[in-house]
């Protein structure tokens, strides 16, 4: 298990520039001859895009990709990223950093070259957030102002290519490969509605992130890596679809992971939304691509050219995970009651203040009606009531903390209330029943809180708050990769 000093430490690194020079690295394996990618600024070999799936049909599980192992492919820069719907696809748009379409499912691969590393290596498999509706493994983030890389292209920089933190443990002298995985979003990895439910194809971004896991159970050792070694980790919705492989299938891993960190998410919410909420949802994809009037809606759906519904994947709501009966057998925290998850070993936490505060809300009223109709948790009005009684207005006590009767009135009156409120619902409060559940079974769990501000805070940001702990730079590749 990494330490958690060592692991957090990670994300205060400074960026640096990666060169890349020969010998690059070749793996033979039965997936396929894999020309990657040697790094010798952190001496690593990188392999990019490998494709654990083929193109997938759309709304509809993938399939693992087929041995190959006399194909050659060319593993040195990303493939296509999972359509997604948000700033972070913006900006891989707005700059041409990558290609985006359905042929998107991908892992990366990042190996220490040391002595004694050939084998048998832990393996640390990262899961990206933005709320199942935007991110890829390839998001970039950039020293440079935009302006500038205009017109100079020759470095761009990717956050989640783990190559700091395998540095790292290099450095800490018990060295890991690093992973990270694609994974469908928004509509195209969680559409939901009677038609899905119907056909059994839900929860389709998180069957994605299971499917990259068999393929590195069955791969990884030809890297170095050791299948029975493997640590997911994943930060927002990526630790909230930790906490979903930790309750999938009753608790069953089929060896696919032996621990997990998760980084302010956990194995509670967001909300398993039925067809009350989706039903409409899918309803208004299918009038806006002319799908409503056929016999077979889903299938019509799948018919469309991408370039005609790609701009109707997010309708202005979430498309959330749903119970389906396997993967997601039941609420979370009914798996964590009655003890039907994985017990492994677990590193957990938030930041100090989350920041899930939901503007305008001035009065008791408002913030009842608030809690009542929100999507991002189940309450009724007597419990609404009750938490306003366990929650005073009173802004010396809420969120963000330590900043005494400090207000923000533009934000609504009852701003830090509120927020107090949000921020144990979604995050403090889930976090706690995991650790308390999973420390019934395992003896190494630690929690963590995050009270470091942004790495790039600004006078407008307001506490320590969701993504503070991840480092803009966490990691980066020359742009020439592409």
């Given at each position: 298990?990494?330490?958690?000093?060592?692991?957090?430490?990670?994300?205060?690194?400074?960026?640096?520039?990666?060169s890349?020079?020969?010998?690059?690295?070749?793996?033979?394996?039965?997936?396929?001859?894999f020309?990657?990618?040697?790094?010798?600024?952190?001496?690593?070999?990188?392999?990019?895009?490998?494709?654990y799936?083929?193109?997938?049909?759309?709304?509809?599980?993938?399939?693992?990709?087929?041995?190959?192992?006399?194909?050659?492919?060319?593993?040195?820069?990303?493939g296509?990223?999972?359509?997604?719907?948000?700033?972070?696809?913006?900006?891989?748009v707005?700059?041409?950093?990558?290609?985006?379409?359905?042929?998107?499912?991908h892992?990366?691969?990042?190996?220490?070259?040391?002595?004694?590393?050939?084998?048998?290596?832990?393996?640390?498999?990262?899961?990206y957030?933005?709320?199942?509706?935007?991110?890829?493994?390839?998001?970039?983030?950039y020293?440079?102002?935009i302006?500038?890389?205009?017109?100079?292209?020759?470095?761009?920089?990717?956050?989640?290519?783990?190559?700091?933190?395998?540095?790292?443990?290099?450095?800490n002298?018990k060295?890991?490969?690093?992973?990270?995985?694609?994974?469908?979003?928004?509509?195209?990895?969680?559409?939901?509605?009677?038609?899905?439910?119907?056909?059994?194809?839900?929860?389709?971004?998180?069957?994605?992130q299971?499917?990259?896991?068999?393929?590195?159970n069955?791969h990884i050792?030809?890297?170095?890596?050791?299948?029975?070694?493997?640590?997911?980790?994943?930060?927002?919705?990526?630790a909230?679809?930790?906490?979903?492989?930790?309750?999938?299938?009753?608790?069953?891993?089929?060896?696919?992971?032996?621990a997990?960190?998760?980084?302010?998410?956990?194995?509670?919410?967001p909300?398993?939304?039925?067809?009350?909420w989706?039903?409409?949802?899918?309803?208004?994809?299918t009038?806006?691509?002319?799908?409503?009037?056929?016999?077979?809606?889903?299938?019509?759906?799948?018919?469309?050219?991408?370039?005609k519904?790609?701009?109707?994947?997010?309708?202005?709501?979430?498309?959330?995970?749903?119970?389906?009966g396997?993967?997601?057998p039941?609420?979370?925290?009914?798996s964590?009651?009655?003890?039907?998850?994985?017990?492994?070993?677990?590193?957990?936490?938030?930041?100090?203040?989350?920041?899930?505060?939901v503007?305008?809300?001035?009065?008791?009223?408002?913030?009842?009606?608030?809690?009542?109709?929100?999507?991002?948790?189940?309450?009724n009005?007597?419990?609404?009531?009750?938490?306003?009684?366990?929650?005073?207005?009173d802004?010396?006590?809420?969120?963000?903390?330590?900043?005494?009767?400090?207000?923000?009135?533009?934000y609504g009156l009852?701003?830090?209330?509120?927020?107090?409120?949000?921020?144990d619902?979604?995050?403090?409060?889930?976090r706690?029943?995991?650790?308390?559940?999973?420390?019934?079974?395992?003896?190494?769990v630690?929690?963590?809180?995050?009270?470091?501000?942004k790495?790039?805070?600004?006078p407008n940001?307001?506490?320590?708050?969701?993504?503070?702990?991840?480092?803009?730079?966490r990691?980066?590749?020359?742009i020439?990769?592409?």
């Amino acid at each position: 298990m990494i330490i958690l000093a060592s692991l957090l430490a990670i994300f205060l690194l400074p960026c640096g520039i990666v060169s890349s020079a020969l010998p690059n690295p070749v793996v033979r394996s039965r997936a396929g001859i894999f020309q990657g990618r040697y790094l010798s600024t952190f001496n690593q070999d990188v392999f990019l895009g490998i494709k654990y799936a083929p193109k997938p049909v759309r709304f509809a599980p993938a399939t693992l990709m087929e041995d190959a192992p006399a194909t050659r492919f060319d593993a040195t820069q990303y493939g296509v990223d999972c359509l997604g719907y948000g700033s972070d696809t913006n900006t891989l748009v707005r700059t041409n950093w990558t290609r985006l379409g359905e042929d998107c499912l991908h892992l990366n691969i990042v190996k220490p070259r040391i002595a004694g590393s050939e084998k048998g290596l832990p393996v640390l498999l990262w899961i990206y957030g933005g709320g199942w509706q935007q991110g890829s493994t390839s998001d970039p983030r950039y020293v440079l102002p935009i302006e500038l890389l205009k017109n100079d292209s020759r470095l761009i920089f990717v956050r989640y290519n783990m190559s700091y933190i395998v540095q790292q443990s290099v450095l800490n002298k018990k060295p890991v490969i690093g992973i990270s995985i694609n994974y469908r979003l928004a509509a195209f990895g969680f559409l939901y509605s009677k038609e899905i439910e119907k056909s059994g194809t839900q929860n389709l971004g998180l069957r994605d992130q299971r499917l990259a896991l068999n393929w590195v159970n069955k791969h990884i050792s030809a890297f170095g890596g050791d299948p029975h070694k493997v640590t997911i980790w994943g930060e927002s919705a990526g630790a909230y679809s930790v906490g979903d492989h930790i309750n999938a299938y009753n608790g069953k891993t089929d060896g696919l992971f032996r621990a997990a960190i998760l980084e302010s998410g956990g194995a509670v919410g967001p909300p398993l939304n039925g067809t009350d909420w989706y039903q409409h949802m899918y309803d208004n994809l299918t009038a806006s691509v002319g799908c409503s009037s056929a016999s077979d809606t889903l299938q019509c759906l799948r018919n469309v050219p991408y370039e005609k519904i790609a701009p109707y994947g997010y309708v202005g709501l979430e498309w959330f995970h749903v119970i389906d009966g396997s993967f997601i057998p039941r609420y979370g925290q009914q798996s964590l009651l009655q003890g039907k998850f994985a017990r492994i070993p677990l590193i957990l936490g938030t930041n100090t203040d989350e920041g899930f505060g939901v503007n305008d809300v001035n009065t008791d009223a408002q913030a009842i009606e608030q809690l009542v109709t929100s999507k991002r948790w189940n309450l009724n009005r007597e419990e609404a009531v009750r938490l306003l009684e366990l929650y005073p207005n009173d802004p010396a006590l809420g969120a963000p903390y330590g900043w005494g009767n400090k207000t923000w009135p533009q934000y609504g009156l009852q701003y830090k209330r509120y927020t107090s409120i949000a921020t144990d619902l979604t995050m403090f409060a889930p976090r706690r029943l995991l650790a308390q559940k999973m420390s019934q079974y395992v003896e190494n769990v630690y929690s963590y809180r995050w009270d470091a501000p942004k790495f790039n805070n600004t006078p407008n940001s307001i506490g320590v708050n969701h993504f503070s702990e991840v480092n803009p730079c966490r990691c980066l590749f020359p742009i020439s990769f592409q």
